[in-house]
């Protein structure tokens, strides 16, 4: 059940051409909490080029964005303004925890970081590294479209 083109008429269901909208225009909230960010900020430039996949326009706003982009460690006393950042975030919105200090903290084993950004907000993409590269970055957004182009409209109601 894909496009279908008959007598110069494109037809294809509602849920597959707002999946194609979503998939291609997914725009991150920058959350660079440490020195992954500098990686982050390196996947929009021109040897990497994340414009292609449309994830180059980064939001300073919450309330424009629907990928949050947690890069670096985060301690206890921010974990209520990632929470606060991601509730501001409209529907349907996703997580990429980038490089090992958001998946589990990484070398900072310690009462003052979060053990993993999970534990605050739900994430679906993990991208591994200390520090991560830009292409595993470039590929979490592949595989977070590849995550939107799935969904139905059940799925997030």
Not at 119 to 145: F, H, K, N, R, T
């Amino acid at each position: 059940m894909g496009l279908e083109s008959q007598a110069g008429v494109l037809t294809a269901s509602l849920n597959k051409l707002v999946n194609w909208a979503r998939r291609n225009s997914l725009w991150p909230a920058t959350f660079g909490l440490a020195c992954c960010a500098i990686e982050m900020m390196a996947s929009t430039d021109s040897r990497f080029d994340m414009s292609r996949f449309g994830s180059e326009a980064f939001r300073a706003s919450p309330r424009q964005a629907d990928v949050m982009i947690v890069a670096g460690r985060v301690c206890k006393k921010m974990a209520p303004v990632v929470r606060q950042v991601y509730d501001q975030m409209p529907e349907p919105k996703w997580v990429i925890a980038m490089g090992d200090c958001a998946s589990c903290a990484g070398v900072f084993n310690n009462y003052a970081v979060v053990q993993g950004v999970d534990q605050i907000v739900p994430v679906d993409v993990y991208v591994p590294g200390c520090p991560p590269s830009p292409d595993g970055l470039i590929y979490a957004v592949m595989q977070l479209q590849k995550m939107v182009d799935q969904e139905t409209f059940a799925d997030r109601a």
